[in-house]
């Protein structure tokens, strides 16, 4: 990891245990390449910081945070990782739960920017859907409005850059 962090990465650094960091978004059998992603970035394990807080609520496995400096945003991308099948609502409930905790760890506005969300699922064979429609507009809903889900396949290469720089974020 980089030593000289920007003031939002480093006061997200700040906010979660040092045995929470990682360098890899990888994990639970999922592959997740970190290619053409920017090198000045933060990576929390998620279920261990959830456990270093004595929180037991739902949560995603991986948060990813780093500056789009092209925007002049801050990024916030909880991944949630399935091997196998995910199961939609159990997706949804994860997502919606990590983005709020990515609320309270991210910098404040005038530190680094606007904070951008961004929920993705990353999955191996395919997802349990509830309702057959909702595929086209897979969503979870934060700070009162409807956030879409980027859905890529665990293993792809530059599976993460790829769904990121589609969706304009990279």
Request: proline share 5%; glycine share 8%; with cysteine.
């Amino acid at each position: 990891m980089p030593l000289n962090l920007s003031k939002g990465l480093t006061h997200v650094q700040e906010q979660v245990s040092p045995n929470s960091i990682t360098n890899s978004c990888s994990g639970e059998g999922c592959t997740v390449h970190l290619d053409d992603i920017p090198t000045e970035r933060v990576i929390i394990n998620v279920e261990k910081e959830f456990d270093a807080r004595g929180e037991s609520g739902k949560r995603c496995d991986r948060m990813l945070f780093y500056d789009n400096d092209a925007k002049k945003t801050f990024i916030a991308v909880p991944i949630e990782l399935k091997s196998g099948k995910a199961e939609e609502s159990d997706v949804r409930e994860k997502l919606e739960n990590s983005l709020k905790f990515a609320a309270t760890i991210a910098p404040d506005r005038k530190e680094s920017g606007e904070t951008i969300y961004i929920p993705v699922l990353f999955h191996g064979r395919g997802i349990n859907w509830t309702n057959p429609r909702h595929r086209q507009q897979f969503t979870v809903r934060f700070q009162g409005k409807p956030l879409h889900i980027l859905i890529g396949h665990c293993g792809r290469k530059r599976n993460l850059a790829n769904l990121l720089s589609e969706a304009g974020y990279l």
